[in-house]
T-cell receptor, first 114, second 112 residues
Framework: NAGVTQTPKFRVLKTGQSMTLLCAQD?????MYWYRQDPGMGLRLIHY???????AKGEVPDGYNVSRLKKQNFLLGLESAAPSQTSVYFC?????????????FGQGTRLTVV | QQQVKQSPQSLIVQKGGISIINCAYE??????FPWYQQFPGKGPALLIA?????SEKKEGRFTISFNKSAKQFSLHIMDSQPGDSATYFC???????????FGTGTRLKVLA
């Protein structure tokens, strides 16, 4: 049981380049999330999805786009990378039902934009 | 907008001691308060969680204390061990939103 898998684990981009981060979950979860983690700022929500074909903005969506074409996958795109997007990115997923739902996280993607 | 304030930013405790991490929230609509534990190079994982209808929840050496009137909750780690060295995040969520607001994290180091 793999849980939540993120690819790639590490990436270095030049300013202005684009890339896509892939998140895959095998728990049949409806909800999926993308967070970024920066020192002293905790985990901040970028975008999230409450089901296949739906996406919504989180706290810090600017400069990112997402897609949820399949229930098990949630893609995060950077169209034109900026140094301010250097961060560790985490994908998470959770069950649909219930008020108190545990979020399961992937192992993260460390992105450096130079 | 930071809705969950966490302190301290870092904490050093001797083996066998008690580690205490505090969080305060602003939104009284929050109704679920989990704590996540993150080891270096790993994603956060749920450690323990509490609902506001109880004042305390204990699981092994880990206890959450909740003060609804003060809008504060804290994590206590009894008999702290070097294996507890990690970053701890408090979080809060509100029913129907399925989103979590995380604190800024506390890096705990337990000395052997």
């Amino acid at each position: 049981n793999a849980g939540v898998t993120q690819t790639p684990k590490f990436r270095v981009l030049k300013t202005g380049q684009s890339m896509t981060l892939l998140c895959a979950q095998d728990m049949n979860h409806e909800y999926m999330y993308w967070y970024r983690q920066d020192p002293g700022m905790g985990l901040r929500l970028i975008h999230y999805s409450v089901g296949e074909g739906t996406t919504a903005k989180g706290e810090v969506p600017d400069g990112y786009n997402v897609s949820r074409l399949k229930k098990q996958n949630f893609l995060l795109g950077l169209e034109s990378a900026a140094p301010s997007q250097t961060s560790v990115y985490f994908c998470a997923s959770s069950y649909q039902a219930g008020l108190y739902t545990e979020a399961f996280f992937g192992q993260g993607t460390r992105l450096t934009v130079v | 907008q930071q809705q969950v304030k966490q302190s301290p930013q870092s904490l050093i405790v001797q083996k066998g001691g008690i580690s205490i991490i505090n969080c305060a929230y602003e939104n009284t609509a929050f109704d679920y308060f989990p704590w996540y534990q993150q080891f270096p190079g790993k994603g956060p994982a749920l450690l323990i969680a509490i609902r506001p209808d109880v004042s305390e929840k204990k699981e092994g050496r880990f206890t959450i204390s909740f003060n609804k009137s003060a809008k504060q909750f804290s994590l206590h780690i009894m008999d702290s061990q070097p294996g507890d060295s990690a970053t701890y995040f408090c979080a809060a969520s509100r029913r129907g939103t399925y989103k979590y607001i995380f604190g800024t994290g506390t890096r705990l180091k337990v000395l052997a």
